[in-house]
Structure formats: C-alpha cells, structure tokens
C-alpha cells in the first residue's frame, strides 16, 4: 500500500520569516495539494535562547497572505498534535535513553566553561572521534562515576557516537545518490542540558511520529543529513524513513552565497515576507506584502526561483502550480534572486487583474497615506486606468492619488518657458467645452479642433493641460484622466493652474 504523502513546514520562530522559508512551504504546500496529501506546520521552538515572542503569530500570518493555509498546525489541531516542539519535551528522552542504552549514544558531562577552554586550547575543535575520548564522557568515565553523576543530577548533554569508516549513503530525490563519510561528522547533541532535544534529535522523532513521507528542506541540512539518517537507523525506524528533497539555496543577486537580510538591506529590497518588527531592538524590517507585492505574485516568483515546468511559461496561479509542480523539475543549483525580475511578476499580476480584485489592497494603501478615495465604482475606474503603469500596489498612489486630491504644486518648469497668453485664452476657451463631452474620444476631439482654430498643434497644448489636471508629466491618457475627474473638477483645476501659470 503506497504511503499517503504527509509533509511539514517546520520553521522556528526566532524572527522574520525569509523568502527562502516561504518557497519551501510552497514546495511542501504544491506537493500536498497535487498528491491529495496533508500539509503540516511544526513550530521547531526548542531552542529556547532563540525563541522570539509573536514569531509564531506571524508565520502562520504570512502563510495565510499567501494562501497556504496548513491542515495541520498548533492552531489547526489534528491527532498527530502537539504541533509544537515544546509542548512534545516528555516524548524525546526515551528515544535519547534508547540510543544510550544499545551504544549509539552517550553521557557528556563537559562544563560549557570545559568546553570553551578546550576551543581555545584546539583550533577549530569539534567533539567527535578524534577528541571524545580525552573529554568527560560515558565513554571515558568509569560505570560507577557515571551512574554517581547522573544519581546527583549533574547536568549532562547526550551525544550521538559517530562511528567510524563508514559511508551513509542516501537517494535525494533531486541530488540522486548522496554519501557521507562518518568520519568527517562529529558527536552532535541531541539532547541538551535542560531536557529540551536539539534539532537533530527532534527532527527524527516528530517526522517519524507524525508519520511524515517526505521531507523538503534547505540545501543547507544536507550536511546534518547523515546523523539524521543514522538516527533513523538507530532507533529502528529505517523502513519508515521519509523520502529527502533538499531544495537549492536561493542566492544573492550576483550568485556569490545564500541570500540574507543583510543583502536586502544593503541592496534595497525585502527578504521577509511580511513587515517583522524586532520585540526587542523596535527595528522594523519591511516585507514584500507592505512593499506592495500581490501575493499571487509573490508565490509565483517564489515558485520558479529553482523550479520551472520544462517551457517559457513564467506567470502561473496557484491552481496551475499544483497541477504542474514535479519534484523531478527543481533544479540542484542555487538560484539567483533578482528583484527587478521580482517587479516585473507583480507587474504583471497587477496588469491581468479585474479593478475588483485589486479594489480592497489598493484602498488600504491610499488610506494608509490618508487619502479618501470616495465611492468603490470611482476608485475601479481609477484602478483600470493606471494599473498598467504600476508594478508595486504602492505605486497607485503616486500614479493616481492626484484623482483624489487637486495637486499641490505644479511642474512649472515644464510650462513656463512656453507659456503664452494665446494658450491661456484657448484653455479659457476649452473650459467651456468640457462639460458637453461624454467620452475620452469626444473630448479629444473637441481639444484638437479648438487648438486648430486658435493657431496651436495639438501637441504644444497636451503637456500644458496634464500638468493642469496632475501636476506634473505623469499618468495615463490626459482625455481619460479628465473624463474620470469629471467636468466640474476638470474645470476647476484648469483654472487653479492658470493662477500658477500666472494668468
């Protein structure tokens, strides 16, 4: 019987959520949906020094924006729960306790000032074949003084014990055939002084009882692969074993290293998701969804960073990423992010939107800005006009925010040089005609046979007239913006400009 596919997204809440956090829950989400199978959250919070007060929250809120909404999760319960590493602490010691027990593990009793010391003593220490039998350990240490260690509670970490000259050998489902050789990997805590498990252990125990079949993760764990896969082995759990995607990095713009906040940063472009605020420095990091991405957009330029369906197809809906999605697909090498390609799926995605879909986003961001756009029919008509010249949600309000409110100041070095009374005597003249006009095309129409009977080319009296209406030489068909304006407020502006004009 095939095993039913059951993935997890199992982030830390330690602070912002990065883009190459959100692609792998779209992988995991793509691969659930296609295979009628169950996407999971697992908050992985057992490193509590790093654990971040509403970190929680906001995963599950930039899952949501993006419209992978898990089946299971801390608030979505379901009969594998708990959904949090912490709250399953009781259920890893005996797993800790068993590999002790048949050898694969053991007692560590190093002080962390012991292990400090020895870091300094020994460039680039690590605990492991080579260095484990000089430490205070199970394994150094007679049975009667471990058993009196353990008897007065001395806190301890409990160690995987690597063994020696063996080749791990796995099939990732995008890398092929994977090896390892143990003596290259040192003793890993699984299990830390305060009881709480590392990763590594806990990783292994919840895939396993969360009967998970396939593990999307980071190219980054690929060197922790071999001690998981031990651990699997270890507690004889192998023919259980989960299938291994480890995804390509996502790589700074010009290829060098995985992309980090700092890059973003320092380039001038989002890495998180969503807006983070730092609980404790008050820092806000910005967010693609506050920069004005749609998150149609944002989860297709996710979905083809390291991922196409094998033609030129770049713009897919969620629907159609299900349908085509293949592990086969993903490429093994790191994938560039390039923030001006990002723009241009949002673009697009503003472009082939209806103005209702984009009505709620595009309203919030004039509010934001304290701009009252009035009745929701005007502000479609708006959004229909300008959106093809918008590539961020943000960018409706400097390409229409002039509907709404009469331009404060002029682009007057644009008119002035040129500026005569004959072109205000015709705009005088036009004001008259702008009330009789029902369409962009009639308007235009009049515009072009007064200019010819006052002596002018249509084209010396556009520039004038948009700036009148604008402020400034931006925005879609100047007839179009008149006619959205309406004649009265048309008019009046009209008239404002030609006090600036200074007529």
Known sequence: MEKKVRVRFAPSPTGGLHLGGVRTALFNYLFARQHNGTFILRVEDTDQTRFVAGAEEYIVSCLEWCGMMPDES?????????????????????????????????????????????RKEVPNFTYGQA???????????????????????????????????????????????????????????????????????????????????????????????????????????????????????????????????????????????????????GDLTQGFKELGFMPEAFVNLLAMLGWNDGTDQELFTMTELINKFSVERISKAGAKFDFEKAKWYNHEWIKGADA???????????????????????????????????????????????????PAAYDLDAVKPKWTAEKATFFKAYSELISDAASPAELEEKFKDLAASHGFKPGELMLPFRIMLVGGKFGPGVFEIAIALGALESIQRIDKAMVAFGE
């Open 131 to 281: 260095t484990r039998a000089g430490m205070r350990n199970s394994l150094t240490l007679p049975e009667s003084e471990v058993a009196a260690l353990l008897a007065s509670q001395t806190p301890y970490a409990v160690r995987i014990k690597m063994p020696a000259d063996e080749l791990v050998s796995f099939t990732d489902l995008i890398r092929g055939h994977v090896s390892f050789d143990t003596n290259l990997v040192d003793d890993k805590v699984l299990l830390k002084a305060d009881g709480m498990p590392t990763y590594h252990l806990a990783v292994v125990a919840d895939d396993r009882a969360m009967e998970i079949s396939h593990i999307f993760r980071g190219e980054e764990w690929l060197p922790s692969a071999p001690i998981h896969i031990l651990l699997w082995r270890y507690l004889g759990w192998a023919d259980e074993m989960p299938q291994w995607i480890h995804l390509p990095l996502i790589l700074k713009p010009d290829g060098n290293g995985k992309l980090s906040k700092r890059d973003g940063d320092r380039l001038g472009f989002p890495v998180y998701a969503q807006n983070w605020t730092d609980p404790k420095t």
């Open 356 to 406: 209702g879909t984009l009505l709620p986003a595009v309203k919030a961001v004039f509010a934001r800005q304290g701009i009252t756009t009035g009745d929701d029919a005007g502000l479609e008509k708006v959004i229909d006009l300008i959106k093809d010249r918008c590539s961020l949600l943000t960018d409706f309000v400097q390409q229409g925010g002039y509907f709404f409110n009469v």
């Open 74 to 118: 801390p608030q979505n319960g379901g009969s594998f729960g708990p959904y949090r590493q912490s709250e399953r602490k009781a259920t890893y010691k005996q797993y800790a306790d068993q590999l002790i027990a048949d050898g694969y593990a053991y007692y560590a009793f190093d002080t962390p000032e012991e292990l400090e010391a020895k």
